[in-house]
């Protein structure tokens, strides 16, 4: 494959965890507003701000999936509509007529579920070169790296020398982490572990160890405070840091850093990417639920979805009118 496949296959290995930032920086352009590795804290529902079109992204990403959010402004409101009273009618399980905060939950753990096991089905193909539903580590590192290896001297001195050679020996740790039964091979599953980690359990320190490598730039083995704030932020030389730089910095010394020593070691990572209390499902439908439920009794009909249509579906809508079709028992 040639050097594009790279670049394909960090793309893809981000995953769906809607907020969670994987991809080294090398890799990626800086950013000049936040960016966050973990998925946005729970906060207070009743505290939220007024939100604009703009802001109801990470809804539509979860309701939806980030991949059919992708495709809703092909639609008109009322064609987004229609789809959106479709989907509410798969989402009230028990038919009811209503739909909870834990029919939410579970549905948008489908959702999630199915963005992350679509995604290795489109890749598949790219890498088991030998159909025989397995991907071996060395089909993975020819289809991946095999342009790099077979012309070594057109990289020789270049940024793109170091980006391979940090990554090569990086991704073969992954895989084998995920190669449970350590016969060099990936079944689908763990073909699935190894391009999306941070979904599994066994997977979660090789995540811990990625962020610690990619975020610890004087190579101490620890996260200093400046570090931390580098990973999110692109600072211009004589301009202010803004509001929420300043923020952040009080939110790593208040709780980030738990041992107060001015710097994050890999179980404080842990603590900050991979917090054990938090359900991001859950939070999100309660704040849909919250946001939405007019009358107050904690559940929504399907006029109160239809009436906030933009907070779950934005000015686009679905692309599950393929997904209509589909055997509902799927995943």
């Excluded at 020398?161 to 763990?190: S, W, Y």
Aim: a negative charge; proline letters at 4%.
């Amino acid at each position: 494959m040639a050097r594009g496949g790279r670049g394909r296959r960090l793309e893809l290995a981000l995953g769906l965890l809607l907020a969670v930032v994987l991809a080294p920086p090398a890799l990626r352009a800086k950013p000049t507003v936040r960016k966050e590795r973990v998925v946005r804290p729970d906060s207070e529902l009743g505290e939220r701000p007024p939100e604009d079109n703009q802001s109801f992204q990470y809804d539509h990403e979860a309701f939806l999936g980030k991949e059919d959010s992708k495709t809703f402004d092909q639609l008109t409101s009322e064609e987004s509509k229609e789809r959106l009273g479709k989907i509410v009618n798969r989402i009230d399980s028990d038919g009811d007529g209503f739909v909870t905060t834990e029919e939410l939950k579970t549905w948008i753990k489908r959702v999630q579920k199915r963005y992350i096991y679509d995604n290795v089905a489109k890749v598949w193909k790219d890498y088991d070169r030998d159909k025989d539903d397995k991907i071996s580590w060395e089909e993975y590192k020819q289809a991946t790296y095999g342009y790099y290896l077979g012309n070594p001297t057109e990289f020789h001195d270049t940024s793109e020398h170091q980006t391979f050679k940090k990554m090569l020996p990086r991704d073969e740790r992954r895989f084998k982490a995920a190669d449970l039964d350590g016969d060099q091979t990936a079944t689908r599953e763990e073909f699935t572990a190894f391009l999306h980690p941070e979904e599994f359990e066994h997977m979660k320190e090789i995540v811990v160890l990625e962020t610690l490598e990619d975020i610890d730039k004087n190579g101490d083995g620890f996260v200093d405070q400046d570090e931390y704030i580098a990973d999110m932020f692109s600072h211009e030389e004589n301009s202010p840091e803004p509001d929420w730089v300043l923020s952040e910095r009080e939110q790593f010394n208040e709780f980030r850093d738990l041992n107060k020593d001015g710097k994050l070691d890999k179980d404080e990572i842990r603590h900050w990417i991979l917090p054990q209390d938090y359900d991001h499902a859950q939070a999100e439908a309660r704040h849909l639920v919250y946001e939405s439920d007019k009358n107050k009794d904690e559940k929504l009909t399907k006029e109160e979805i239809l009436d906030n249509w933009n907070m779950f579906v934005g000015s686009q809508a679905t692309n599950y009118g393929e997904d209509l079709t589909k055997n509902h028992d799927e995943l």
